[in-house]
């Protein structure tokens, strides 16, 4: 007896999914997808506005005039065969797209009262598991408490996994590999050392090689210890340079020192001309947004590298929303910008002159550091700007890609955060903006990536923030 043929899937779609990636209705590969009617009327109300959310409610509905226009009997379901081009590779499905034509039979419990858009969809999910015999019925949604509410009433629910960077966030490329006490035993062979422009470097070959990314920050403890960057890996061999030491005394940095390996490389991956993409990556206290400001202001203000230095970040509330704040972009957005005020108190206690060379050195800062906001970035070219992204984890993979893309010849671009403390809906330490970027960039050349994980406050914030 021939075993019986598994079911062909078919994915019915939460708006928030869609509002989310516009391009889910390709990522299905050869399963069907089902939109209920509460759906587009969900999608109508959305469209309007410039927020992200409404810029891909409206992608998706160009998409779903694209398929309608192909023709074909809606009860038979659509054909997803529209090709997209995204990240080099093409998206083209296979399934059938189907619309809600007709009224189904709402069987929900009297547990989920009411007629909400939530609730509505899953008693469609419901009324098409009960009476489609031809296919594997899903939900799929963003929203934790449906998938929820759909395994209490017996629907099979998953989550919208395909803008998934990593399947668990301690995967996530650290930018540190910490070298074996017995490396050079077994990597020092035909070694080649020279030095050029006053900096050391290494070529090395050896099995541990061949695992490293450009740009990787390689560490051996000891007392001799030993700091170094991959500057090229080729077939069997690779390219070290040993990195400045930003912790001495002779080697400040707009007044300010490393106080630990990981400092030492980031300020070493910060102030390298041919590093355009940095991304650094810690829990509060680790030094993010005062080594990123203090390389800028050197290479701003004393190198000439760059013409000025612009922040900006999300602009999202920890608690209730204060509501509308009054004056300029830069002044709307000052509220916002408490840790880069209090870095420059750091950065900027000078004592010569007094009061009065205090009051000038703050007229120079504010005049070279500018305080933009993400909303007004579409459409802009930065050029030879030194570029801070902060809060960075806030952010969707479109949001990083829509910000990046801004940067013009000469334009460096930082991007801090910390994965662990996301304030955005229907984002996670896998799905961030952050997290995305750090992964797509660890193989080029010109970009660089720490993991801080020592915090720098005081003995009060490292003990909060172990205890509590």
Not at 4 to 32: C, G, I, W, Y
Not at 204 to 227: H, I, K, M, Y
Not at 263 to 273: C, K, S, V, W, Y
Not at 419 to 428: G, K, R, W
């Amino acid at each position: 007896m021939a075993p019986a043929r598994p079911k062909k899937r078919l994915f019915v779609l939460d708006t928030n999914v869609l509002m989310h990636d516009p391009s889910a209705l390709f990522r299905f590969q050869e399963h069907d997808i089902y939109l209920p009617m509460v759906v587009l009327e969900e999608l109508d109300r959305a469209k309007k506005g410039v927020s992200e959310v409404a810029r891909n409610v409206r992608q998706v509905s160009r998409f779903l005039d694209d398929i309608m226009a192909q023709g074909g009997a809606i009860d038979e379901g659509l054909r997803l065969n529209i090709a997209l081009t995204e990240h080099s590779s093409e998206l083209a499905a296979s399934g059938r797209l189907f619309f809600q034509t007709h009224t189904l039979p709402a069987s929900l419990p009297e547990t989920l009262p009411g007629s909400s858009p939530d609730n509505t969809i899953l008693a469609t999910a419901l009324a098409l598991q009960n009476g489609d015999s031809h296919h594997r019925v899903t939900l799929v949604s963003k929203d934790i408490n449906l998938r929820i509410k759909a395994s209490v009433v017996g629907v099979h629910a998953e989550d919208y996994h395909n803008d998934q960077v990593l399947d668990d966030v301690n995967l996530l490329y650290s930018g540190v590999t910490e070298l074996p006490a017995d490396f050079w035993e077994h990597h020092s062979k035909d070694m080649e050392s020279w030095q050029e422009n006053g900096r050391t470097f290494y070529r090395v070959r050896g099995p541990l090689t061949q695992g490293w990314q450009p740009n990787e920050c390689l560490s051996q403890p000891g007392d001799a210890g030993f700091s170094a960057l991959v500057r090229e890996v080729t077939d069997g061999h690779a390219l070290i340079e040993t990195v400045t030491d930003y912790g001495s005394p002779r080697h400040g940095v707009w007044g300010i020192h490393a106080r630990n390996p990981e400092q030492n490389f980031a300020l070493n991956l910060l102030l390298d001309p041919e590093v355009d993409f940095v991304t650094l990556v810690g829990a509060a206290g680790t030094g993010k947004t005062l080594l990123t400001l203090a390389a800028g202001l050197v290479q701003t203000l004393e190198e000439n590298r760059y013409k000025e230095i612009i922040m900006t970040r999300v602009t999202v509330p920890v608690g209730e929303d204060i509501g509308f704040l009054p004056g300029t972009e830069e002044e709307k957005m000052t509220p916002w910008m408490g840790a880069l005020m209090d870095n420059l108190e750091v950065l900027n206690k000078t004592e010569a002159g007094g009061d009065w060379g205090r009051e000038a050195t703050n007229d120079l800062l504010r005049n070279r550091i500018k305080i933009r906001s993400l909303n007004f970035m579409r459409g802009r070219t930065f050029l030879n700007r030194y570029i801070i992204i902060d809060e960075a984890q806030n952010l969707t993979s479109k949001q990083m890609k829509t910000l990046i893309t801004r940067a013009g010849p000469g334009t460096k671009v930082i991007c801090l955060g910390n994965v662990a403390q996301i304030d955005t809906p229907y984002l996670t330490e896998t799905t961030s903006g952050l997290t995305y970027v750090v992964d797509r960039f660890k193989g080029w050349p010109h970009s660089g990536h720490i993991i801080l994980r020592r915090g720098e406050r005081s003995r009060l914030a490292d003990y909060a923030s172990d205890v509590l």
